[in-house]
C-alpha cells in the first residue's frame, strides 16, 4: 500500500492566476476603465498575434458591438470593464493555466496549437475549451466586482503601500518588455491582444488589489471559539484524521504468458508474510525485513539502472540502498480513507498500536503493522519569515550566497528587529509567495517546506527571534523565526471555517451587487495561439496569488 500523501515538497507555488477564486482586484470610481473623451478598442481589433507574427484565425472577431456600448463587455453596479480589459484577462488566465498544467493537458486531448474554439472541453456538453477558459475568467471577474463593489461600500480604497504593489508589478512588465527590445504597449499587444494596453493592465491590477484587499478583511476577520473548533472538527472528523503504519510486501508474481501464478512461489510468500505479522514491536518488524532483504539482495534497489546486487555494487551502497528501503516501510500521516481493504483494517475503530494484517493481493501479501492509530495532528505549527537570494537572480550561486550574508550583515548591523527583516524581505526577497508579506510563511507543518528549509525551522531548539542563512534547492535563504502558532489540526478546521463563513458571506453578495456579461461580445476576443511556453508572459500579473504549499503539491 502506498502513501498517496508523500508528494513532492516545495517551499513555495505559484497559483494560477484568475482560476476561480478572488485573488486581487480594484476599482475606485465608475467607468474607470474608459477614460471621458478617450478613443474606444473597438471589437474589430481583438484580434491576436503569436510569437512568428501569425493570427489566429479561427478567433478572428466579426463586427459584435457592445450592448452596453462605448466597447465596455462587463458591467456592474459601479463599473464598467471594456473588451481589452477582458481580453487581457483571459489571455493572461488562458496562458498561466497552459503554464501551469501543460504538460498534463495533452492527456485531455489538448492542442496548444490549434483553436480553442475548435477543440472540446466536454464534447458532451459542447462546451469547447475556449468555453472553458471564458467561463472560467467570468466567474473570475464576477467576485472581482463583487468583492469591489462591496469594498466600496465600506470605504475601503487603495493606500500608498498598495500602489506600490501595482507599481512594482507595472515596473517588472516595462523591464521585460525592454528586454524584448519593445514598448510595453507593443509588448501586451502582442502576447494579450490587439487594442490591450499598459494602462489596461494597470487598471485591472488596480482593481484586483483593492478586490483582494477587501476580501483579505472579510477571511482574515472571522473569529471563532476553542468550542467552535471542537465542534467543527467532531461534525467533521474524518477529514482531519491520519495514521502511520508499516508495510512490506512479499510478492509471487506471475509470468505474464502463464495464465496463473505460480503456487509453490504463493504459499512461500504467504508463510513470510505470515510470519511477519507474528511480529510484536516496530524494532522486530524492520529487524525482520532488514533480515529477509539481505537474504535476497536482488529485491535490494541500489540504483536507477538496474543493478540490484550485492556483488554488482559496494558493500557501503548496498548497505544504505538497505536502511533506505526499510525505513520507507513507515507510511507516516496517511489520510483517512477505507475505501480499499487496507484503509478499513486501519481506520477501524478500536485499532491498538502493533497490531498486524495480512492482505492477500493479486500478486502479493501485504503485511501492515498499526505504529500510531487514528489521531488528529496535534503538532504546533510555525511562523517564519526568509529572504530568498538565487543564482537565476544573481547570475551564480557565489554571488547569490554573497548576496545573503550581505543583506543579512545589513540587517544585523541596523535595528536587527522583525519589522526591519520584513522591510528586507519586501525590498530584496525572489519568493513571489512571500515578499510582498515581508517574506512572512504562517502556519508552517512539519515536512511542508522543503528538507533543509523545514529542519531549520522544526528544530527542537528553534525559540523566537532565531536567524540565519540556510541553502536548498531554491537558492539561501536569510531566515527569521516568528515562533509558534496553532496546532495542525487546529490550523485546518480555521481554515475550513474562514472558508464556509466567507463563501456564506459571498453568497449574500451576489444577491446583492449583479454582473453582466455582454456574451456576444465577449466572444469576440481573439486567443494567444502559440506552441511554445512563454516564460516572460508570466511576469506581468493579472491577479496572481502566491503561497506556500500547503497540501505539498508537486
Known amino acids: 500500500m502506498s502513501n498517496h500523501n508523500s508528494l513532492k515538497k516545495r517551499i513555495f507555488i505559484c497559483a494560477v492566476a484568475a482560476v476561480m477564486a478572488v485573488s486581487s482586484v480594484t476599482m475606485s470610481g465608475c467607468n474607470l476603465f474608459q477614460k471621458e473623451g478617450s478613443e474606444s478598442s473597438t471589437s474589430s481589433q481583438a484580434s491576436t498575434k503569436s510569437k512568428d507574427g501569425s493570427v489566429d484565425e ?75 477558459f471564458m467561463e472560467m475568467t467570468k466567474q473570475y471577474i464576477q467576485q472581482t466586482l463583487i468583492m469591489a463593489e462591496a469594498a466600496k ?25 525592454s528586454a ?26 488596480k482593481l ?11 477571511y482574515n476577520g472571522y473569529t471563532y471559539t476553542d468550542e467552535q473548533y471542537e465542534s467543527y472538527y467532531n461534525d467533521n472528523k474524518t477529514s482531519y484524521l491520519y495514521a502511520d ?63 540490484s546486487s550485492e556483488s554488482s555494487v559496494s558493500q557501503e551502497a548496498f548497505d544504505e540502498a538497505l536502511k533506505t528501503q526499510v525505513e520507507a ?23 491498538k498500536a502493533n497490531e498486524t ?32 537570494f538565487t543564482s537565476d537572480t544573481y547570475g551564480s550561486e557565489e554571488k547569490a550566497k554573497a548576496k545573503a550574508d550581505e543583506i543579512y550583515k545589513e540587517w544585523k548591523e541596523g535595528e536587527a528587529t522583525e519589522d526591519s527583516f520584513a522591510e528586507l524581505a519586501k525590498k530584496y526577497s525572489t519568493d513571489t509567495g512571500s515578499s510582498s508579506n515581508g517574506g512572512l510563511y504562517k502556519n508552517v507543518t512539519e515536512g511542508q517546506m522543503v528538507t533543509e528549509f523545514n529542519d531549520w525551522v522544526f528544530d527542537k531548539s528553534r525559540k523566537t527571534g532565531d536567524t540565519g542563512i540556510v541553502k536548498t534547492s531554491y537558492g539561501y535563504h536569510v531566515m527569521y523565526f516568528v515562533g509558534d502558532s496553532d496546532k495542525a489540526w487546529k490550523v485546518a478546521v480555521d481554515s475550513a471555517l474562514r472558508s464556509q463563513s466567507y463563501n456564506e ?30 516564460e516572460e508572459t508570466e511576469t506581468s500579473a493579472a491577479s496572481s496569488t502566491t503561497d506556500k504549499d500547503e497540501s505539498k503539491s508537486s
Request: hydrophobic residues 30%; aromatic residues 16%.
Open 208 to 218: 484586483t488589489t483593492l478586490a483582494q484587499k477587501y476580501y483579505n478583511q472579510l
Open 505 to 534: 458571506e459571498y453568497e449574500k453578495l451576489k444577491e446583492k451587487y449583479t454582473v453582466e456579461f455582454d456574451d456576444d461580445y465577449l466572444n469576440t476576443i481573439a486567443v494567444f495561439q502559440s506552441t511554445e511556453s512563454s
Open 329 to 351: 516501510a513507515l507510511t507516516t500521516k496517511y489520510s483517512y480513507e477505507v475505501t480499499s481493504e487496507a484503509g478499513q483494517w486501519v481506520f477501524a475503530d478500536g485499532r
Open 58 to 132: 479561427s478567433a478572428q472577431p466579426s463586427e459584435v458591438k457592445s450592448k452596453f456600448e462605448d466597447n465596455i463587455a462587463v458591467k456592474s453596479q459601479s463599473y464598467n470593464i471594456t473588451l481589452p480589459i477582458m481580453m487581457y484577462l483571459f489571455n493572461y488566465n488562458y496562458q498561466s493555466y497552459l503554464s501551469y498544467y501543460g504538460t498534463y493537458l495533452s492527456y485531455y486531448g489538448f492542442d496548444s496549437s490549434k483553436s480553442l474554439k475548435d477543440q472540446y472541453y466536454d464534447e458532451d456538453s459542447g462546451q469547447t475549451w475556449y468555453d472553458y
Open 180 to 205: 524584448n527590445s519593445k514598448t510595453v504597449d507593443e509588448y501586451v499587444a502582442e502576447y494579450y491582444g490587439s487594442g490591450v494596453t499598459e494602462n489596461d493592465v494597470k487598471e485591472s491590477l
Open 357 to 388: 494484517y495480512v492482505i492477500e493481493g493479486t500478486d502479493a501479501y501485504t503485511v501492515i503493522m498499526m505504529i500510531k492509530p487514528s489521531y488528529r495532528d496535534e503538532t504546533v505549527n510555525k511562523n517564519v519569515r526568509h529572504i530568498l
Open 245 to 307: 503504519f508499516l508495510t512490506f510486501n512479499f510478492s509471487f508474481g506471475s509470468d505474464s504468458s502463464e495464465s496463473s501464478v505460480n503456487e509453490e512461489d504463493k504459499q512461500k510468500a504467504k508463510a513470510y508474510a505470515d510470519d511477519l505479522a507474528k511480529c510484536k514491536t516496530r524494532e522486530e518488524f524492520e529487524a525482520y525485513i532488514t533480515k529477509y532483504l539481505k537474504d535476497n539482495p536482488s529485491l535490494v534497489q541500489v540504483s536507477s539502472d538496474g543493478e
Open 153 to 177: 461600500a465600506a470605504g475601503v480604497e487603495l493606500d500608498e503601500t498598495d500602489m506600490e504593489t501595482v507599481n512594482s508589478s507595472i515596473s517588472s512588465l516595462e523591464s521585460t518588455a
